[in-house]
């Protein structure tokens, strides 16, 4: 049992890798206080302030990913990687030897790479998750190494060869998700019968995603038919002044413009319709609150697997895929016009992203776990 028993978490680079491992943790660390559990990672990414915040021993190794560049800046990124490889193994065992761990466990990212195949070599209990429809590198290739792979899709199986046969866990996120009441969250945010679409590119932004929502408020909001609610990231500054510089009145109570919006899961549950990206955790997002939703994936995402993630939700008729290279504010006004004015439709999206929702996937993966001890 977990009591007794010491575990290394290896998660690092983006919060969608780090939170799901954050959100295991936290669970196990309830129902086992004697658990010793620690975090790999890397001194320069979210992870060096999350895990210590959460209140975990946290450990660094040097290692950083390949850039699909052949620009100069790509090429030396990639030169500093390959002498990293040189000396990350030995980093890791000698972590491997202090902490001694019972399980090692790994989320993603290329700083699970190395910390997995150190640990299967060394014969201690492995178990990755994959979060992506499309299997990033890294986990391809530990999968055929570790001792339990779990997915969120079953998609994912077909995309990689496994030691073991894969288990479905779902990704884990917020509870809220789950919980959120459509019609309090609509009341606390002050919202009539009007519809809403929540829209929102990612902590960075995403620039082509913030122009085309730009110019579909811009078309729709004169009418006062539709609530707005949109986070344009770091890259999108611009964007208020340029819905002023288009005669939009961005104080209006219609709409609600910020950089970062912290109550998502408030404003998914009381939208009609979202939009944005297709990463992992915005995809269990949508089905554990039931939205229909237009994905704008991210083009430039490892082995395209927003795309992938996107299909899984568009195949069962739950999501509309716009490719970033086709959008323009015309057709994503057209698409929202025509989604809107179609409440029977906008039910069924909705109604066939929830039948997927996995909404005990901490418990799923904490079984499975378990299970290598």
């Known amino acids: 049992m977990f009591d007794t028993k010491t575990v290394l978490f290896a998660a690092g680079g983006t919060a969608g890798h780090i939170n799901p491992a954050l959100s295991v943790a936290g669970l196990v660390r309830y129902l086992h206080s004697g658990c010793d559990i620690h975090f790999v990672g890397t001194a320069d990414h979210m992870e060096a302030r999350l895990v210590p915040e959460a209140g975990y021993a946290f450990h660094t190794i040097e290692i950083s990913g ?3 560049s052949f620009s100069p800046a790509g090429i030396r990124r990639n030169l500093g990687t390959l002498k990293k490889l040189l000396t990350v193994t030995g980093q890791v065992n000698k972590l491997l030897k202090e902490i001694k761990p019972d399980l090692v466990v790994g989320f993603g990212g290329y700083v699970s790479g190395p910390v997995l195949r150190a640990a299967a070599k060394a014969g201690i209990p492995t ?4 979060q992506n429809a499309f299997p990033g590198v890294t986990n391809k290739a530990l999968a055929k190494m570790v001792d339990a792979v779990m997915l969120t899709d079953i998609a994912a199986h077909a995309r990689m060869k496994c030691k073991n046969e894969p288990i ?6 917020r509870r809220e998700f789950s919980t959120c009441s459509r019609g309090q969250c609509r009341g606390e945010l002050c919202l009539d019968g009007r519809p809403m679409v929540f829209s929102m590119g990612g902590s960075q932004g995403a620039r082509a995603l913030n122009e085309a929502v730009c110019g579909m408020i811009a078309q729709l909001w004169p009418a006062r038919g539709v609530y707005f609610s949109h986070a344009y990231g770091q890259c999108g500054q611009s964007l208020p002044n340029d819905l002023r510089a288009q005669k939009v009145d961005i104080d209006a109570p219609e709409i609600d ?4 919006i912290d109550d998502t899961a408030r404003r998914m549950a009381a939208a009609d319709l979202f939009i944005g990206r297709a990463g992992a955790s915005t995809i269990c997002e949508l089905q554990a609150t039931g939205k229909p939703a237009i994905l704008i994936p991210y083009p430039y995402a490892a082995e395209n697997h927003q795309y992938f993630n996107a299909k899984t939700l568009a195949d069962r008729g739950a999501a509309i895929i716009i490719e970033d290279k086709g959008l323009t504010p015309q057709l994503l006004t057209r698409t929202v016009q ?3 004015g179609d409440p029977a439709r906008l039910k069924s999206m909705g109604e066939a992203a929830r039948a997927m929702a996995v909404t005990d996937a901490n418990e799923r993966i904490y079984e499975v776990l378990r299970g290598l001890l």
């Open 66 to 68: 390949f850039q699909r």
């Open 127 to 130: 178990a990755i998750h994959e």
């Open 168 to 173: 479905v866990t779902g990704l884990p996120i």
């Open 257 to 260: 413009l910020r950089e970062y």
């Open 338 to 340: 025509e989604l809107l």
